[in-house]
């Protein structure tokens, strides 16, 4: 575990330094940009590791992995949040634990996410999902809505009982017009994070980058960037 933890603290130091040298070329105090810790695959060992060296957001994106881990380190001080699509049939679950569920991207996710957050008597931040690969009313191959759709949805998360519309999140398109233009498709999100805090000041959390392009995404103005492969590794193959 010693040889685990000296690696894992090499790799977040490693991160720490792309982050700060991404917010000082961007100009922007390193305090603006929050590392999530994306821990899919890997055990809750690692998770309670991490916990150690001061990681205080990690993420999941499978309900089956994500539930008993998130169980077995309840008592650290960590915030969950929930990034892959996300079936109906799993929220019950989900909001058992998640914080934050990063991938909302149509309205029957809101009403049954509403429903059961009220049940438990939990708040839960949604950030919409926006697919900047699909056209104006379609949604994105791995999910999201299109940006011409994010309004409708902003509105019916703000009035719905147990939700809190915390922002925008999305994955740089691997086709479409944003092939390869990580920074020019963060710059979009950017500019329809300030649409919506137009009417929701509050939603202000931008969820962009990832390990090959958190630079882009701290340069464009993200706030919050999930990294995995760059702290934990090379994932093993599934399957």
Avoid at 37 to 60: C, F, I, N, Q, W
Avoid at 78 to 96: D, P
Avoid at 155 to 178: F, H, N, Q, S
Avoid at 220 to 231: E, K, L, S
């Amino acid at each position: 575990m010693t040889d685990r933890k000296d690696e894992l603290a090499a790799n977040l130091a490693q991160v720490e330094e792309r982050i700060a040298a991404a917010c000082a070329a961007a100009g922007r105090a390193r305090e603006e940009v929050t590392l999530i810790v994306v821990t899919k695959t890997y055990p809750a060992s690692d998770v309670r590791v991490l916990s150690e060296l001061g990681v205080r957001h990690v993420a999941e994106n499978r309900d089956q992995d994500a539930a008993p881990k998130a169980a077995a380190c309840s008592d650290l001080p960590l915030a969950w949040h929930f990034v892959g699509q996300l079936q109906t049939n799993k929220v019950r679950s989900v909001v058992g634990y998640a914080d934050l569920v990063q991938s909302v991207d149509r309205s029957r996710l809101v009403t049954a996410l509403s429903k059961e957050a009220v049940r438990q008597e939990r708040e839960v931040g949604c950030l919409i999902q926006v697919a900047l690969d699909a056209g104006e009313s379609a949604r994105g191959e791995r999910g999201g809505v299109a940006p011409g759709g994010i309004e409708e949805l902003a509105d019916l998360i703000a009035k719905a009982p147990g939700l809190r519309l915390a922002g925008l999140m999305t994955v740089a398109p691997l086709t479409g017009e944003y092939e390869g233009r990580q920074q020019a498709a963060f710059e979009r999100l950017m500019d329809l994070s300030t649409d919506l805090r137009r009417a929701h000041p509050a939603a202000n959390m931008v969820s962009a980058g990832m390990s090959a392009d958190l630079e882009e995404a701290v340069a464009a103005g993200a706030t919050h960037v999930r990294v995995g492969t760059a702290v934990l590794g090379v994932r093993p193959r599934l399957g």
